[in-house]
């Protein structure tokens, strides 16, 4: 199970909104609903952000959305803060031989 | 939320033999939740290693999965790892994380620990 596609780095201004994608293929992103986000800042434990392609867990800002489409997954942050400055990895469930695939991160800087 | 802690030698030589243990606290092993194990070698991004239910059930990376062994300690709260014949690409920091079972997202993380593979 190859580890999902994402771009490297993003960056923006604050105030602005960036999205991040993460590409997969029909046998993980495609099919199925199951795709998390994290946040993750340096020498720190990964931070849960979106679960299930949308949901955010309590306590997440609103300034973060997940949608998808098809094979590709895309986290916005949107209003871009400081403090939104972290990598950010998709994870998703991949079915019974290999249950979870993460990508390969993106690093959001702030400008 | 539960709050996990990983433990363990920091240092093993290679050919050698990976072994942590996480620590479950504010809640219990016996849980319906799946206790696993993810790594990221320095630098890099973050590889699913595998999990195991309090019962004795485990599902393993494929790529790791002949030198992988989980347990569960009932008694103790807490989940192992071991992971034999380790060579300079095994170190990494190993956190381990929880996901509840019938959901697929890991709500909890410990801190993590670094394993470094040298003589």
């Known amino acids: 199970q190859s580890a999902l596609t994402q771009p490297a780095s993003v960056s923006g201004s604050p105030g602005q909104s960036i999205t991040i994608s993460c590409t997969g293929t029909?046998?993980?992103?495609?099919?199925?609903?199951?795709v998390s986000w994290y946040q993750q800042y340096p020498g720190k434990a990964p931070k849960l952000m979106i679960y299930?392609?949308?949901k955010r867990p309590s306590g997440v800002s609103i300034r973060f959305s997940g949608t998808k489409s098809g094979n590709t997954a895309s986290l916005t942050i949107s209003g871009l803060q400081a403090e939104d400055e972290a990598h950010y990895y998709c994870?998703?469930?991949?079915?019974?031989?290999?249950?979870?695939?993460f990508g390969i991160g993106t690093t959001v800087t702030v400008l | 939320q539960v709050q996990l802690q990983e433990s363990g030698p920091g240092l093993v030589k290679p050919s050698g033999t990976l072994s942590l243990t996480c620590d479950v606290s504010?809640?219990?092993?016996?849980?319906?939740?799946?206790w696993t194990w993810v790594r990221q070698p320095p630098g890099k991004g973050l590889e699913w290693i595998g999990e195991?239910?309090?019962?004795?059930?485990?599902n393993y990376n494929p790529s790791l999965k002949s030198r992988i062994t989980m347990s569960v300690d009932m008694s103790k709260d807490h989940f192992s790892l071991r992971l034999t014949s380790v060579t300079a690409a095994d170190t990494a920091v190993y956190y381990c994380?929880?996901?509840?079972?019938?959901?697929?997202?890991?709500?909890?993380w410990g801190q993590g620990a670094l394993v470094t593979v040298s003589s």
């Open positions: 994380a929880t996901h509840r079972d019938g959901y697929n997202f890991f709500d909890s």
């Open positions: 504010a809640g219990s092993i016996t849980n319906s939740q799946w």
């Open positions: 195991i239910y309090h019962r004795g059930h485990t």
């Open positions: 029909g046998n993980d992103v495609g099919a199925y609903n199951l």
């Open positions: 299930e392609v949308y």
């Open positions: 994870c998703s469930y991949a079915g019974l031989t290999t249950p979870y695939v």
